[in-house]
């Protein structure tokens, strides 16, 4: 049974990971806190996942390199399409 | 009222105007280039036959890209169907008296205080994107578009077809599976 004010490590951990994206309510915020307060474990987890967080947006870039097709690829690609114009 | 005027298609110029357009899209989502190569060209055959239903309202690559978008989404519903819906909880934490709380090994251990300072290491870069790469499929899309290319919320649900609920425990799960792995390999003393 969840309870409005206590949750247990498995709702933290979920409600922390939601948090990373700034996408966790008030509400949730508040629990997790709270349990935090309390809870050694999630506590350590929560500093991690912070870290964690921190190293994807460090080394984590959308792929500058554009993604081609080869000139091969390209041409069976169009013949596979001319043909079927018709 | 005013008509605009309308858009045309032209199929035989569609694999020199779109085709890398598309492909770029698409491998940004499924991470495997012959898987889509193929789906490009599905795209193309698909639009062949759905000519008659172009109004000439959107332009011709928008309208493309809305074909290629529902193809993504049919890969992607076919993993999640081959693999079970992403809704049951996973068995992180222990059943029973315990529910809810940390399994033993699951439980995060302490990390090395230097290396949790000194997270611009190129080689911790090289331990991340290995790292990613051992997550499932349908988590490393999820994750990526979250974190790399920044999508809302209700954008990848609406394109991978999933529920909110859905995506936040896929989000859970590759985040667990990614701090475990980095913990392994990077930040434990």
């Not at chain 2, 090395?112 to 490393?140: F, M, Q, T, V, W």
Request: charged letters at 30%; proline letters at 1%; hydrophobic letters at 35%.
């Amino acid at each position: 049974m969840s309870n409005i004010i206590f949750i247990n490590c498995d709702e933290a951990t979920a409600i922390c990971n939601k948090n990373q994206y700034r996408e966790a309510s008030f509400w949730e915020k508040l629990k997790l806190g709270l349990h935090i307060f309390i809870c050694k474990k999630c506590r350590q987890f929560s500093k991690q996942n912070t870290i964690l967080t921190e190293v994807c947006n460090k080394h984590l870039h959308k792929c500058e390199d554009e993604h081609k097709l080869t000139k091969k690829q390209k041409e069976v690609l169009q013949t596979e399409v001319v043909k079927r114009v018709k | 009222m005013s008509e605009k005027p309308k858009h045309t298609l032209n199929p035989n110029n569609w694999v020199g105007a779109h085709s890398d357009y598309l492909f770029n899209y698409t491998i940004t989502r499924v991470d495997n280039s012959e898987l889509a190569k193929d789906i490009v060209q599905e795209t193309f055959f698909s639009g062949l036959k759905a000519q008659h239903n172009f109004r000439g309202q959107a332009s011709e690559r928008t309208w493309l890209i809305s074909i290629l978008k529902r193809k993504i989404i049919d890969h992607y519903r076919k993993i999640n169907s081959a693999k079970g819906k992403a809704e049951i909880r996973v068995n992180f934490y222990e059943d029973g008296d315990k529910k809810g709380t940390w399994l033993e090994e699951r439980v995060p251990k302490m990390w090395d205080n230097e290396a949790e300072k000194n997270i611009e290491n190129d080689e911790l870069k090289s331990a991340l994107d290995s790292c990613i790469k051992n997550l499932p499929e349908k988590y490393r899309i999820v994750f990526l578009m979250k974190n790399v290319q920044h999508y809302e919320t209700e954008e990848i649900c609406n394109e991978l077809g999933i529920t909110a609920s859905n995506l936040w425990v896929i989000i859970h799960r590759a985040r667990h599976q990614l701090r475990k792995c980095l913990e392994d390999n990077w930040f434990s003393k």
